[in-house]
């Protein structure tokens, strides 16, 4: 099985850059998955990795390290819609994603 | 447009009814998820379908039942023998579900706006 842990909650001031990390241990890996969701709304794909580096893309970026089961999100230039739960999510090798509970990131003046 | 639709967003019971969720995806994809998320906790994976015809239970199908007749839909029966049924229900789908992982672009889930159920 999957188990998977992200901090609850962030707070970041707007214009900063937030690290938000999640911890994975899995009997099969294969690939890791950055969701963002607005309260009530629907997840929305951020990013992929499956293999261990870093995967920019515009202000997000996403950073995995399989020996150690760990991946961070990077959010630069924040802004006040960022703030949002962003949730970690791991493939296995059925191709079933398990989800981390989710990180409620809070963007302030 | 090209997406996926649930409705309706917000649905309401009686305690001992049963309740269709509907999904409609026209983004021609194989592979089609029910989850279930609840505050506090990750999405929690409900059934799943890879192919028409074919589904499989995931990790808390007990109480909920679907059908996949179509490539286009993959409804979830909400039963009377779920025992907390209220929650917000999320439907997504992705090309294939392919253990070799061949790319995120095809393999990535792709999710619904959602239906709250509220059980009253």
């Known amino acids: 099985g999957q188990n998977i842990d992200q901090p609850t909650e962030m707070t970041a001031t707007e214009g900063a850059i937030v690290q938000i990390n999640c911890t994975y241990q899995t009997s099969g890996f294969n690939g890791l998955f950055w969701y963002q969701q607005h309260a009530g709304e629907a997840p929305t794909f951020l990013s992929y990795?499956?293999?261990?580096g870093l995967e920019e893309k515009g202000r997000f970026s996403s950073f995995l390290s399989r020996s150690k089961g760990y991946s961070y999100l990077l959010l630069k230039e924040l802004q006040m819609k960022d703030s949002a739960s962003y949730l970690c999510?791991?493939?296995?090798?059925?191709?079933?994603?398990?989800f981390g509970t989710g990180t409620q990131l809070k963007v302030e003046l | 447009d090209g997406g996926i639709t649930q409705s309706p967003k917000y649905l309401f019971r009686k305690e001992g009814q049963n309740v269709t969720l509907s999904c409609e995806q026209n983004?021609?994809?194989?592979?089609m998820y029910w989850y279930r998320q609840d505050p506090g906790q990750g999405l929690r994976l409900i059934y799943y379908?890879?192919?028409?015809?074919?589904?499989q239970k995931g990790d808390i199908a007990e109480g909920y039942s679907v059908s996949r007749e179509k490539k286009e839909s993959f409804p979830l029966t909400v039963t009377s023998a779920q025992k907390n049924p209220t929650a917000f229900y999320l439907c997504?789908?992705?090309?294939?579900?392919?253990?070799?992982?061949?790319?995120?672009?095809?393999?990535?889930?792709?999710f619904g706006p959602g239906t709250r159920l509220t059980v009253l």
């Open positions: 997504a789908s992705s090309t294939g579900s392919s253990p070799q992982g061949l790319s995120p672009f095809t393999d990535t889930q792709y």
């Open positions: 990795n499956v293999l261990d």
């Open positions: 379908s890879q192919i028409v015809n074919d589904f």
């Open positions: 983004l021609n994809h194989d592979a």
């Open positions: 999510a791991v493939r296995d090798l059925e191709g079933k994603l398990t």
